[in-house]
């Protein structure tokens, strides 16, 4: 059984920095390819960042390229978020998500959440 918890969410001004986590486990991830979103309120969830587990790929939002950094860990099973020059507009849950064998940024595409962690932008 697949499992993405998310943690390092927070309250934090603009200009400031937060790194999430996203701890996965129940089966090998080598093979997996491994995406962040956000849902602000009202709004839809969209695609932040993405990393294809086994490396050499990543995808970036337009809104998030130059500030968010996504990467992983393979000893630990954990995939971050680095999130500098955050702004007020960056305020949302920030969810994990999981897809096999396929490079994706539409939330559909993606089989394996977690449960979200809130991130909030005071300016």
């Known amino acids: 059984q697949v499992q993405l918890v998310e943690s390092g969410g927070g309250l934090v001004q603009a200009g400031g920095s937060l790194r999430l986590s996203c701890a996965a486990s129940?089966?090998?991830?080598?093979?997996?390819?491994m995406g962040w979103f956000r849902q602000a309120p009202g709004k839809e969830r969209e695609f932040v960042a993405a990393?294809?587990?086994?490396?050499?790929?990543?995808d970036y939002a337009d809104s998030v390229k130059g500030r968010f950094t996504v990467s992983r860990d393979n000893a630990k099973n954990t995939v971050y978020l680095q999130m500098n020059s955050l702004k007020p507009e960056d305020t949302a849950v920030y969810y994990c998500?999981?897809?096999?064998?396929?490079?994706?940024?539409?939330?559909?595409?993606?089989?394996?959440w977690g449960q979200g962690t809130q991130v909030t932008v005071s300016s």
């Open positions: 998500a999981a897809v096999l064998r396929k490079r994706a940024v539409v939330a559909d595409e993606y089989d394996y």
């Open positions: 129940g089966r090998t991830f080598s093979s997996y390819y």
């Open positions: 990393i294809r587990w086994s490396g050499g790929i990543t």
